[in-house]
């Protein structure tokens, strides 16, 4: 690892200062991510800006009766939340499918949403890759790529994103607060990732000094409770997804009335699976109209040699997801 400065900051606005004024700066929280980019060097910031210490660690009720969540809340405290448990159940879920008890202690909601994509020859600097050197090539097409993207990518990139987090809060419409040098932004989860398009060097459209603050939850109602997330992985913990779903829905005598879907591992952002929603909306809640809805989204699918499994894993883990929150009575079940 090379040498590099620290500083803690007290304020958003030094934090944002410091970082901005030198492009080799970055803002550090947990670190679970970063710190590991950095052994690998694929990373290497000349200074680090701490901003643990900064008020951004509360979770509290907004005006409109949803959820404020602090850019610092660490991954573990949220999802042990009273509220999130009873009237966000997805995200909670998703929480706890994500890394180990140790890593979600330390990691905090901003980092989580600022994840790198994942992909073995962007963290081996020994190999091309156009996330970290733009123009030098994607070998993951023609190597290995089983874990890589089926939706939305490019010829110059296949990566994925890793967060089971970020999944939720896509099902949940959570709007991500940033203070940046350029003022204060409000971004849905699809304002805040990008697609890899020909420069996949960028995951976010973040500009260099902007700060993830905190992530607001619209107010939960019927829909939002009756939420479950399902994660496909190759261990029973600790891994990284191969395919996973979030989803909400409401029932009306048998007919769907409202409906909400996200699917993991299988982009370079959560994807939000709206040609499914609309094709549901209205239909009988039935494993049936179920698959096909999730067969109109992945329709766009373009997969490779080794990652066309993630069609059908992508269709169970939805229609099995789907089936068992509208048949669930007197609230969610858990996602296993």
Request: hydrophobic share 40%; proline share 6%.
């Amino acid at each position: 690892m090379k040498p590099f400065g620290y500083r803690s900051v007290r304020s958003t606005a030094e934090a944002v200062a410091s970082v901005a004024e030198s492009r080799e700066a970055m803002f550090l929280a947990g670190g679970t991510n970063l710190v590991d980019l950095m052994r690998l060097g694929v990373v290497s910031p000349a200074r680090l800006v701490d901003v643990t210490r900064l008020p951004m660690d509360q979770i509290e009720p907004t005006g409109e009766g949803g959820l404020r969540i602090g850019a610092a809340v660490r991954n573990s405290d949220l999802a042990a939340h009273p509220q999130v448990r009873s009237r966000y159940p997805v995200l909670s879920q998703a929480l706890l499918a994500g890394a180990s008890g140790q890593l979600r202690n330390r990691a905090t909601v901003g980092g989580n949403l600022l994840q790198r994509t994942r992909c073995l020859y962007f963290q081996d600097v020994a190999k091309p890759c156009n996330k970290r050197r733009p123009g030098s090539g994607c070998p993951a097409r023609e190597g290995i790529h089983r874990d890589l993207a089926i939706l939305g990518a490019s010829q110059a990139c296949i990566a994925t994103h890793p967060s089971d987090m970020a999944v939720a809060l896509c099902v949940l419409d959570a709007v991500v607060h940033v203070v940046g040098p350029g003022g204060q932004r409000r971004l849905t989860l699809d304002e805040l990732y990008r697609l890899p398009g020909d420069d996949p060097s960028r995951d976010t459209t973040l500009a260099h000094g902007d700060l993830i603050t905190s992530v607001v939850l619209p107010p939960a109602g019927p829909l939002l409770a009756r939420s479950g997330y399902r994660k496909a992985r190759d261990r029973a913990s600790y891994a990284f997804a191969l395919g996973s779903v979030a989803a909400a829905i409401q029932v009306h005598e048998g007919t769907v009335t409202d409906v909400r879907l996200a699917f993991g591992a299988v982009a370079h952002r959560p994807w939000r699976a709206r040609a499914a929603e609309a094709a549901l909306r209205g239909r009988p809640a039935t494993a049936e109209e179920f698959a096909v809805a999730v067969d109109v989204e992945l329709s766009a699918a373009r997969t490779l040699r080794d990652n066309a499994f993630k069609v059908p894993l992508s269709r169970a883990l939805s229609v099995e997801t789907l089936t068992r929150l509208a048949r669930s009575e007197g609230g969610p079940e858990g996602a296993g």
